[in-house]
């Protein structure tokens, strides 16, 4: 089916390691996002990728790295894990105007001990 | 700036009966306006969205809203809950132009048989 990839589903890291989450769409969309989801906060925004080649902070970027490997594939990685990191992350794409929404995946549920 | 605002953090209702979800916005210009539903364990879905069309937008699922821009408004309802709603609900505001989507806290709906 066409949409957002996202793996792994789920995640346990210790404190201080590191990471990469995976995203892909097929849906030949020119922008994507990492939110994460914290119960009683809704949906943080961490970066985004307006376009192939361009990434671009958003509201909680620290801690977080991200590339934009193609159009396709969009990636965040943890460099150094913390508790406060324990979230459920998800990877969103749109068309170029948000008038369209986002698609989303269905999220990677990480815990940091 | 844009926010949106999301009364009640949990709302329950009858099966049957009338569901209302609210959600306030605000926007310097015409918003585009959204709501998402997410069941448990997945992803957002999106419900229905406002553009600048018809102030009141049908959905999947029986859901419907009304864009009222005297009141910043762009509340969810339904007429008759089904067992089947149960899950959480997201208003997310963008505008012309805007890199991104901002999303409310959310909504639980819980339907009591």
């Known amino acids: 089916n066409a949409g957002v990839t996202q793996t792994p589903k789920f995640q346990v890291l210790k404190t201080g390691q590191s990471m990469t989450l995976q995203c892909a769409q097929d849906?030949?969309?020119?922008?994507m996002y990492w939110y994460r989801q914290d119960p009683g906060m809704g949906l943080r925004l961490i970066y985004y990728s307006a376009s192939e080649g361009t990434t671009d902070k958003g509201e909680v970027p620290n801690g977080y790295n991200v590339s934009r490997l193609n159009k396709r594939e969009f990636s965040l990685r943890l460099e150094s894990a913390a508790p406060s990191q324990t979230s459920v992350y998800f990877c969103a794409s749109s068309e170029s105007r948000t008038q369209y929404g986002y698609t989303f995946g269905s999220g990677t549920r990480l815990t940091v001990v | 700036a844009q926010s949106v605002t999301q009364l009640g953090s949990h709302v329950s209702v009858s099966e049957g009966a009338l569901v209302l979800l609210r959600c306030n916005y605000s926007s310097s210009v015409p918003p585009y306006l959204f709501w998402y539903v997410q069941y448990p364990n997945q992803g957002l879905q999106l419900l229905l969205k406002?553009?600048?069309?018809?102030?009141l937008v049908k959905g999947i699922n029986g859901f419907e809203a009304e864009f009222k821009k005297s009141e910043t408004s762009f509340h969810l309802t339904k007429p008759s809950a089904h067992m089947s709603d149960a899950a959480e609900y997201f208003c997310?505001?963008?505008?012309?132009?805007?890199?991104?989507?901002?999303f409310g806290t959310g909504t639980r709906l819980t339907v009591i048989p």
């Open positions: 849906m030949n969309h020119n922008s």
């Open positions: 997310a505001v963008s505008k012309t132009g805007a890199n991104n989507l901002f």
């Open positions: 406002y553009t600048s069309a018809a102030t």
